[in-house]
């Protein structure tokens, strides 16, 4: 019963530099998010997708894109990284009005 | 928009006394409050949650208890041991979108 996966669980990129994130649940869940999470900082709304084929814009999209692969892959891609991207970085997945499962996080430094 | 607070942001109790964290929301609308526990370098994990329909849920030594007139929620936890020390999060959704809007989270220190 894994949940949800995220991969890479690290990263270093130097600035300027591009990665995607990857998330994969194995629930059947319809709803997938991702989040940011600062040191000593609450959980911010980066994108998120209702549905297969749909994604929206949360509280801080700037610098990202996401892609619905599938109903069970919701990756997130840093096109051009920046210092200020340097964070840990949740995905999550709900099934409807229930709690989110979220995956271990991927911890992202950009020097 | 939906808003919600949370309090206090750090709590720091005796190991075995009760620690009690509160969060009020502005939508009257939100029908479900669920609680997150994140330990040190993992992710949020749902604890216990309570929808508008109950007033009180509880689990072995947590509960939470909800007042939909006043729009606040808390979290209780009793007899806390070491390893309640974490970060908690409240959050709280409507049925129309299903989105969590979370609390800041409050850092609880069970000090031995």
């Known amino acids: 019963n894994a949940g949800v996966t995220q991969t890479p669980k690290f990263q270093v990129l130097k600035t300027g530099q591009s990665m995607t994130l990857q998330c994969a649940q194995d629930m059947n869940h319809n709803s997938m998010y991702w989040y940011r999470q600062d040191p000593g900082m609450g959980l911010r709304l980066i994108y998120y997708?209702?549905?297969?084929?749909?994604?929206d814009k949360g509280e801080v999209p700037n610098g990202y894109n996401v892609s619905r692969l599938n109903k069970r892959e919701f990756s997130l891609r840093l096109e051009s990284a920046a210092p200020s991207q340097t964070s840990v970085y949740f995905c999550?997945?709900?099934?409807?009005?229930?709690?989110?499962?979220f995956g271990s996080g991927t911890r992202l430094t950009v020097v | 928009g939906e808003n919600v607070e949370q309090h206090p942001s750090t709590l720091s109790v005796q190991e075995g006394d009760s620690a009690v964290i509160k969060c009020t929301y502005s939508?009257?609308?939100?029908?479900?409050f669920p609680w997150y526990k994140q330990e040190l370098g993992k992710g949020p994990q749902l604890i216990i949650d309570?929808?508008?329909n109950v007033g009180e849920k509880k689990d072995q030594r947590i509960a939470v208890t909800l007042n939909k007139t006043a729009k606040h929620f808390s979290l209780h936890i009793t007899e806390t041991q070491p390893e309640d020390s974490a970060v908690y999060f409240c959050a709280a959704s409507k049925q129309s979108n299903y989105q969590l809007i979370w609390g800041a989270g409050t850092k609880l220190i069970i000090k031995p």
């Open positions: 997708s209702a549905s297969e084929g749909t994604t």
């Open positions: 999550a997945a709900t099934g409807g009005n229930y709690g989110y499962t």
């Open positions: 309570i929808r508008s």
């Open positions: 939508d009257s609308a939100s029908n479900y």
